[in-house]
């Protein structure tokens, strides 16, 4: 199972900090997508870490913005989020896949419930 944290109403140009956390397994194995997703629009990757915590992906949209970490021995991944926009306004979801990381949620076989994530003023 995993459950994301940290979602929340922040004014444009505020920060958030997202959370994974897994229960039932460990993240040590698997690759973890952010991915988001806003009414009327389909899902979006956002980041992405490798299980090897070498490879990471960012949606031109959020790079130098957003930054994902991994702590295995908490094991969570988190999504740092910072300069917040009105247009990062959406549902956020962390999954996860043992394969090879990709931005594709298509690829991904476990998910958690989602985290609303809001910015406006």
């Known amino acids: 199972q995993l459950v994301e944290s940290g979602g929340g109403l922040v004014q444009p140009g505020g920060s958030l900090r997202l959370s994974c956390a897994a229960s039932?397994?460990?993240?040590?194995?698997?690759?973890i997508g952010w991915f988001r997703q806003a009414p009327g629009k389909e899902c979006e990757g956002v980041s992405c870490?490798?299980?090897?915590?070498?490879?990471?992906y960012y949606s031109d949209s959020v790079k130098g913005r957003f930054t994902i970490s991994r702590d295995n021995a908490k094991n969570t991944v988190y999504l740092q989020m910072n300069s917040l926009k009105p247009e990062d306004t959406a549902v956020y979801y962390c999954?996860?896949?043992?394969?090879?990381?990709?931005?594709?949620?298509?690829?991904?076989?476990?998910w958690g419930q989602g985290t609303q994530v809001t910015v406006s003023s």
């Open positions: 999954a996860a896949r043992t394969s090879i990381v990709t931005m594709d949620y298509r690829e991904y076989d476990y």
């Open positions: 039932g397994f460990t993240l040590d194995y698997f690759a």
């Open positions: 870490i490798s299980s090897s915590d070498i490879t990471t």
